[in-house]
């Protein structure tokens, strides 16, 4: 089935020309069947890009999906135009009344900042309290991640001395996770973080579990089960240019930044990299939507009952 966006979201374009299938509402409406509501709290400053990359992954299952975008109430974006913001944004104030089965937190450019110094610090912990009582399943995203693990159990981050950044070879720690589902035993994923959240400050009673890591680039995947969620702390979502585009903004900043490890062939900057991560990226949402579409409820208002 394809995922439901607005017909002249950006995005649309992108994926209707790499082929992954977008409908509009007339004909979701036809199909007479229940979408599975996903909404993308969206914290990243280049709004359209994160669009693009999340709708791709949820749009290559084969269950329809209905995305909604979100953002934090009165938070005015500067790397967006003001019109893209009011076409197709809802502040969350204007959704809490309404549930959803899955709901995406994605990454944000604060992570160097203390938690209660970023601005909607307090909004966005009303959020994840939200999530409790309105979302039948959150998945959590780099700094997205990082707030989550902290706001529900105290964990801390760490500022690391030089920004991990890259693609890591990652293992599979508990692999009959239906979330690692058809994964292989270590699969690629670009990371791309000043900060880290330490395994070995899990606590004991949190019911967490390890899902995947790496030798250097530690914690990858958390699943959550008391709070209905999965904490990735890297960039699986990424395109085939994001890093690229990372690092090149980077050196045009003066940030104290190496090439990407293991990402441009031979780390020459001026080659242009593969996507080796892409497969593991489209099975992983494929199996959180698939988990989400087995348990919740064909009755949204009793999400979180």
């Given at each position: 089935?394809?995922?439901?966006?607005?017909?002249?979201?950006?995005a649309?374009?992108?994926?209707?020309?790499?082929?992954?299938?977008?409908?509009?509402?007339?004909?979701?409406?036809?199909?007479?069947?229940?979408?599975?509501?996903?909404?993308?709290?969206n914290?990243?400053?280049?709004?359209?890009?994160?669009?693009?990359?999340?709708?791709?992954?949820l749009?290559?299952?084969?269950?329809?999906?209905?995305l909604?975008?979100?953002?934090?109430?009165?938070?005015?974006?500067?790397?967006?135009?003001?019109?893209?913001?009011?076409?197709?944004?809802?502040?969350?104030?204007?959704?809490?009344?309404?549930?959803?089965?899955?709901?995406?937190?994605?990454?944000?450019?604060?992570?160097?900042?203390?938690?209660?110094?970023?601005?909607?610090?307090?909004?966005?912990?009303?959020i994840?309290?939200?999530?409790?009582?309105?979302?039948?399943?959150?998945?959590?995203?780099?700094?997205?991640a990082?707030?989550?693990?902290?706001?529900?159990?105290?964990?801390?981050?760490?500022?690391?001395?030089?920004?991990?950044?890259?693609?890591?070879?990652?293992?599979?720690?508990?692999?009959?996770?239906?979330?690692?589902?058809?994964?292989?035993d270590?699969?690629?994923?670009?990371?791309?973080?000043?900060?880290?959240?330490r395994?070995?400050?899990?606590?004991?009673?949190?019911?967490?579990?390890?899902?995947?890591?790496?030798?250097?680039?530690?914690?990858?995947?958390?699943?959550?089960?008391?709070?209905?969620?999965?904490?990735?702390?890297?960039?699986?979502?990424?395109?085939?240019?994001?890093?690229?585009?990372?690092?090149?903004?980077?050196?045009?900043?003066?940030?104290?930044?190496?090439?990407?490890?293991?990402?441009f062939?031979?780390?020459?900057?001026?080659?242009?990299p593969?996507?080796?991560?892409?497969?593991?990226?489209?099975?992983?949402f494929?199996?959180?939507?698939n988990?989400?579409?087995?348990?919740t409820?064909?009755?949204?208002?009793?999400?979180?009952?």
């Open positions: 089935m394809p995922i439901k966006i607005p017909d002249n979201l950006p649309r374009a992108i994926l209707d020309a790499e082929g992954v299938m977008v409908m509009g509402e007339t004909d979701a409406i036809r199909q007479d069947i229940r979408p599975l509501r996903v909404g993308l709290l914290l990243m400053p280049n709004k359209a890009r994160t669009e693009t990359q999340f709708a791709r992954l749009g290559a299952s084969p269950l329809q999906v209905e909604t975008l979100i953002k934090i109430t009165n938070h005015v974006p500067r790397n967006t135009p003001s019109d893209h913001i009011i076409s197709f944004y809802r502040d969350w104030q204007d959704v809490r009344g309404e549930k959803f089965d899955g709901l995406i937190v994605t990454g944000a450019p604060v992570e160097t900042m203390p938690f209660e110094e970023v601005t909607y610090w307090d909004e966005l912990r009303r994840f309290d939200w999530t409790q009582s309105n979302v039948h399943g959150v998945f959590s995203v780099c700094w997205g990082q707030a989550a693990v902290h706001h529900f159990h105290g964990m801390q981050k760490y500022l690391l001395p030089q920004k991990m950044f890259g693609v890591y070879r990652h293992r599979i720690l508990d692999p009959v996770s239906p979330y690692l589902r058809g994964f292989s270590d699969f690629l994923i670009p990371v791309s973080r000043w900060t880290e959240v395994s070995g400050e899990i606590p004991a009673a949190s019911g967490m579990k390890v899902l995947a890591d790496a030798e250097v680039a530690g914690l990858c995947l958390l699943d959550d089960p008391a709070h209905h969620a999965l904490h990735m702390f890297n960039h699986i979502e990424y395109d085939t240019n994001s890093l690229a585009d990372e690092y090149f903004r980077d050196l045009a900043s003066d940030k104290p930044v190496a090439v990407p490890y293991d990402y062939p031979g780390d020459d900057p001026k080659r242009p593969l996507n080796r991560w892409r497969s593991h990226a489209h099975l992983l494929g199996n959180w939507l988990q989400i579409y087995q348990t409820s064909f009755d949204l208002s009793k999400i979180g009952r």
